[in-house]
């Protein structure tokens, strides 16, 4: 199969669970706001598809101690951000395949750019994965943010130092994501 094939075949899988949690999410809005009726065939329809997913979904819904009526718009959320995931991964994945059999009828020089671009790309990656778990009040000591951490407390620990307070914000990811870019491309650029 080829890799756009998959690309293609990964981001219509997207779409179609997209259009699924929508069309779940709309159906219980339009009956909760006595738009449509709840025993009409279009929501009987909807809930006999729906119940499989959405009861896992309200369980954990209730076990957070949430609302159990807005479990069609945490599976909406839990699509969308999931499909993005999925599709940036995917992405990831088909460009490291490309660059890995392009590496193999290339020469020395070709590997070593490869090598050097995963390196920042990960320590990229590191970044932002330290400033969305800061977000969702992720804890930097759990088991599996103590690679994140020793991954980028060499470059934003300095600069957090250097770096005046503004407030609440801290713009030391920031800059040593920047400061990774440019590095990034000098050195690619030198080889």
């Known amino acids: 199969m080829s890799l756009v094939l998959l690309y293609t075949v990964v981001r219509g899988l997207v779409i179609l669970a997209l259009v699924y949690a929508s069309l779940i999410a709309l159906t219980h809005w339009a ?25 896992s979904v309200e369980r954990r819904v209730i076990m957070s101690g949430g609302n159990p009526q807005n479990a069609p718009l945490w599976l909406l959320a839990v699509v969308i951000a999931g499909g993005l995931v999925l599709l940036s991964v995917t ?3 088909i460009d490291a395949l490309v660059r890995l059999s392009w590496a193999a009828q290339g020469g020395r020089r070709f590997w070593l750019q490869t090598i050097v671009s995963l390196v920042f ?30 991954l980028t407390n060499w470059l934003i620990d300095p600069i957090r130092r250097i770096l005046p307070p503004f ?5 030391s990811p920031m800059v040593a994501y920047l400061v990774l870019y440019v590095v990034r491309g000098l050195v690619l650029g030198m080889l």
Do not use: C, E, H, K
């Open 31 to 55: 009956v909760r706001s006595r738009r449509i009726s709840p025993f009409g065939v279009w929501p009987r329809f909807m809930r006999r598809v729906s119940d499989p997913v959405l009861q």
């Open 91 to 93: 992405g990831w994945l």
């Open 121 to 150: 790309t990960i320590l990229m990656g590191a970044i932002l994965v330290r400033v969305i778990a800061s977000w969702l009040g992720i804890g930097p000591y759990r088991r599996w943010m103590r690679p994140v951490m020793a």
């Open 167 to 171: 407030g609440m914000f801290d713009f």
